[in-house]
């Protein structure tokens, strides 16, 4: 029987179709193609559970959000005991013969004061201005007052100077110092920035006396208050603008302390 080319051609190219079949049988056998396959499955799925497991170990070692603080940690301070400072003199012939002030941390006290063949002391609210304020507590600080021992009083004695006493109190704390002439740069500064306090504090005392009472006195209060200015006896000459405008424009008071006021005016604003 005669085949034809084409029928040859397909029975060679099935036969090698089945030779290969065989052939691949035999390399790879049925069971080991599963565990061939199966394996690399086996494999992937390990993989992925490592990875699983290395995510929640990373994610458990960090450190719990909760428990960490938004910024540093800061420390309380020990809150300081209020302090109250006084200043005191003494020096029965003088005109003003008892001057006490007394004022705490933000600079708000009293002023009392006796005067000559005046029995009944006069007691008058007192507050530092800023600027004045942060001077004397700056002084307070400088002599270490509390701590200190030092004693102020200078080998020569002049107690017809009078007497001055500065006294600081603080948290159970407390130590007063009496001398009447001092060497103590830092003890002089302070004693004068106090003599100021109470000077201003005085003229307006005694202007405000005068408006209600005795207006007569008024020009040679302000006579007063001009020679303070001028030498800086004034604790904050600021302070006394506010008064002096209400001077310049008191028709209780005589026109020559008006335009005295005014002019005075004129010289602290500059």
Do not use: C
Request: charged fraction near 25%; avoid cysteine; aromatic fraction near 8%.
């Amino acid at each position: 029987m005669k085949v034809l080319p084409n029928a040859v051609t397909q029975l060679l190219a099935a036969a090698l179709v089945v030779l290969g079949a065989a052939i691949f049988t035999a390399a790879f056998p049925r069971g080991d193609s599963q565990v061939r396959f199966g394996g690399r499955q086996q494999f992937l799925t390990q993989a992925k559970a490592q990875q699983s497991s290395d995510s929640k170990t990373k994610r458990n070692a960090r450190p719990d959000d909760s428990t960490q603080s938004a910024g540093p940690v800061n420390e309380s301070k020990p809150i300081a005991e209020p302090a109250l400072y006084s200043y005191e003199f003494t020096q029965p012939e003088f005109y003003n013969r008892h001057i006490v002030i007394e004022h705490d941390a933000d600079g708000r006290g009293h002023i009392r004061f006796e005067r000559l063949h005046e029995d009944t002391p006069i007691t008058e609210p007192v507050e530092l201005s800023a600027a004045a304020l942060s001077r004397t507590l700056a002084l307070w600080q400088e002599l270490r007052f509390l701590d200190s021992q030092e004693n102020y009083q200078s080998e020569r004695q002049f107690p017809h100077l009078g007497t001055m006493r500065l006294r600081m109190e603080q948290g159970g704390r407390k130590r007063t110092a009496e001398f009447n002439w001092t060497h103590n740069r830092g003890v002089s500064a302070l004693v004068d920035e106090y003599r100021r306090l109470a000077d201003q504090a005085m003229f307006v005392f005694d202007i405000s006396i005068a408006r209600q009472n005795q207006p007569l006195n008024g020009p040679k209060l302000l006579e007063g208050l001009e020679s303070l200015l001028k030498r800086g006896g004034l604790s904050d000459p600021q302070q006394v603008i506010p008064l002096l405008k209400d001077i310049s424009t008191d028709e209780r008071l005589p026109l020559i302390a008006r335009n005295h006021a005014i002019r005075l005016l004129k010289k602290i604003e500059k």
